[in-house]
């Protein structure tokens, strides 16, 4: 930093002065020792404008006053000229000289003041300021240029400035220049290099100063930073580019509704869902052109409520698209007061339509394999299910062979022959009511959801299974709840979950004692609303490791299982509202239980 003992400013405020008063008396000398008719004192006149150099207004006028009795005296004591009257036009001569130089001077000071204090006042503003000749060169640089750019005023002027901060311009500079010559301004945005060689963008205004004759002789150029507005609004930008190409990937649009005007506003995305131009001007009306037909009592009537309550709202519902497709949308919105007070809704549309194709699809292969679940199983029953219509069919042979016998008797025996016929009907309903429950187990139908007696599907499957049971000496105990309510679900599917877990304990008891194989199933309704369903084994029981993955997909302990059956009985138990799990039975084996809801989902 540069010591203000010496600087220029210090240094000519000691040096002036001395040189001031030596010129002096040279001058006052020369003019004592010369004829009185020579104007010598007229050079008091540089003394003068040497002194405005380091005095101010009042001291300039006592120097002045001083230079001028000097020049009296001078005129007094010098050799008489040639005329008195030309020694007194002398001496008045550079009296009025040295005065008027005075005048001038003080005139001069002022000025610079007044410019001082302008250049002062560039100084306190934020903007920076600077001004360029006609050839680019810096003149004069404010302390704003200073702090923005960080090149003093010492190393900016007599710099060209395009140069210097590397402008960029945003259009071609002569098209620039060609607009400031004509209308004597010029505004826009440019980008400056700082000396650290960090970029800046800047508000510039140019003004053009002219001379008397109207010739351009320097430009004004004011310049405010707006680096950080224009990095704001580019981030700004890139967000809402990021949050556009984020809706169109997941085919989900926003929107807002303000109640009181009945505004709506339209993400891009939400144009495209509803297959709208982005022309088009979002209003209830057409959002209602584009619902299903199915739908439009379910949406208007979502619409009165919002528009009457305020409160949060969710729905799905279909859009009829005008070549004839079909669209499925979740919307959700929730609600927010705005600056009057009044409910305004922000929300989301979102096009689900592949979801609940592929939510169809994952239906149909889930039914599909439970039909072959089904099928596997009862191929596992196919000696037990023989067994079942064997025996109907065996009596309906002896009762026919009997009834040919009392009809060769003379007279022939009515009455027996109308008994054993009687019987011979209950033995063919008995194999038809068998076959009937293998048919509605094995045959291939979409799910049917109806009310279900939970305690006679249960029975139904006994039936089924009863001399599955027998052949492998396993003795069962039902527990069903009386007056148990009726449930909604598919009957088949929910006879192929209880199927499934007796199977199941049957199989885990064939390594144990005959006298202990025993199953318990059990139904009652549950305190919370809900059906309970269970079956409990006494076998060896679960592996705490195994417990947890019992109902995933292709796991199993069984040495020649698929590990499917657990998992789909899973899938159709929440298909249904419910739950299934499986646990430890008192004192050995296991339990696997589910519950069923009561209430209509």
Not at 37 to 54: Q, T
Not at 103 to 128: K, P
Not at 436 to 445: E, F, G, N, T, V
Not at 572 to 600: C, D, M, S, T
Request: negative net charge; glycine residues 8%; charged residues 20%.
């Amino acid at each position: 930093m540069e010591d203000s003992a010496t600087s220029p400013a210090a240094f000519a405020s000691r040096v002036l002065p001395v040189i001031g008063i030596a010129i002096t008396i040279a001058i006052f000398i020369v003019d004592i020792i010369t004829p009185g008719d020579s104007a010598v004192a007229v050079l008091y006149v540089g003394v003068v404008v040497l002194a405005a150099r380091f005095l101010q207004k009042r001291g300039l006028v006592l120097a002045s006053l001083g230079l001028m009795a000097l020049t009296v005296a001078s005129s007094w004591l010098s050799e008489p000229g040639q005329s008195p009257a030309i020694t007194l036009s002398t001496c008045v001569l550079s009296l009025a000289a040295i005065g008027v130089t005075t005048f001038l001077a003080i005139q001069g000071q002022s000025m610079e003041m007044v410019l001082r204090e302008q250049a002062g006042l560039l100084d306190l503003t934020h903007d920076t300021v600077f001004v360029r000749d006609i050839n680019d060169v810096i003149i004069y640089w404010n302390r704003g240029a200073e702090e923005l750019y960080k090149w003093k005023k010492a190393e900016a002027v007599g710099k060209s400035s395009h140069q210097l901060m590397q402008t960029v311009f945003p259009m071609p500079l002569e098209e620039i220049m060609a607009e400031l010559l004509r209308t004597d301004r010029w505004e826009g945005e440019l980008v400056h290099t700082k000396k650290d060689g960090t970029q800046a963008t800047v508000a510039s205004r140019w003004s053009v100063r002219r001379d008397a004759r109207g010739r351009p002789v320097a430009t004004l150029e004011t310049n405010n930073d707006i680096t950080e507005r224009k990095q704001a609004e580019e981030a700004l930008r890139r967000s809402d580019a990021y949050l556009a190409e984020a809706q169109r990937l997941s085919l989900t649009g926003s929107f807002g509704w303000k109640i009181s005007g009945g505004e709506i506003f339209w993400s891009e995305e939400t144009f495209r869902v509803f297959g709208y131009d982005r022309t088009a001007k979002p209003s209830l009306d057409l959002i209602l052109q584009r619902v299903h037909p199915t739908d439009i009592a379910q949406v208007r009537q979502l619409i009165d409520h919002a528009t009457r309550d305020g409160n949060d709202w969710e729905i799905e519902h279909q859009l009829l698209m005008p070549d004839g497709s079909v669209k499925s949308v979740h919307v959700v919105a929730r609600a927010a007061n705005d600056k009057l007070g009044g409910v305004e809704f922000v929300g989301a549309i979102m096009d689900v339509s592949a979801a609940k194709r592929a939510e169809q699809e994952l239906r149909q292969a889930q039914a599909e394999l439970a039909h072959i679940s089904r099928v596997t199983a009862l191929g596992e029953l196919a000696a037990s299910i023989a067994h079942e219509v064997n025996q109907p069919i065996t009596g309906v042979v002896a009762n026919a062979e009997a009834a040919l016998g009392w009809l060769r008797a003379e007279p022939p025996n009515l009455d027996r022959i109308r008994e054993i016929l009687g019987q011979v009907v209950n033995d063919g309903m008995r194999a038809g009511d068998v076959i009937h429950r293998i048919r509605s187990l094995i045959k291939k139908a979409p799910p049917h959801k109806a009310w279900v007696d939970v305690n006679e599907a249960v029975l139904d499957v006994i039936t089924l299974t009863r001399s599955e049971l027998l052949r492998h000496g396993v003795s069962l105990e039902t527990q069903l709840a009386k007056a148990l309510p009726l449930v909604e679900g598919d009957r088949v599917q929910l006879q192929q979950v209880i199927l499934n877990l007796i199977l199941n304990a049957v199989e885990s008891m064939s390594g144990i004692d005959e006298k202990a194989r025993q199953i318990q199933i059990s139904t009652e309704r549950e305190a919370s609303n809900r059906v309970l369903v269970g079956v409990r084994d006494f076998g060896p029981g679960l592996h705490t490791e195994s417990v947890g993955r019992l109902f995933e997909p292709f796991y199993t302990t069984k040495s020649n299982g698929l590990g499917m059956g657990l998992a789909i009985c899973r899938s159709i138990v929440e298909a249904h509202g419910g739950q299934i799990w499986a646990a430890a039975n008192e004192p050995r084996g296991a339990v696997f239980q589910f519950y069923l809801p009561l209430e209509l989902r």
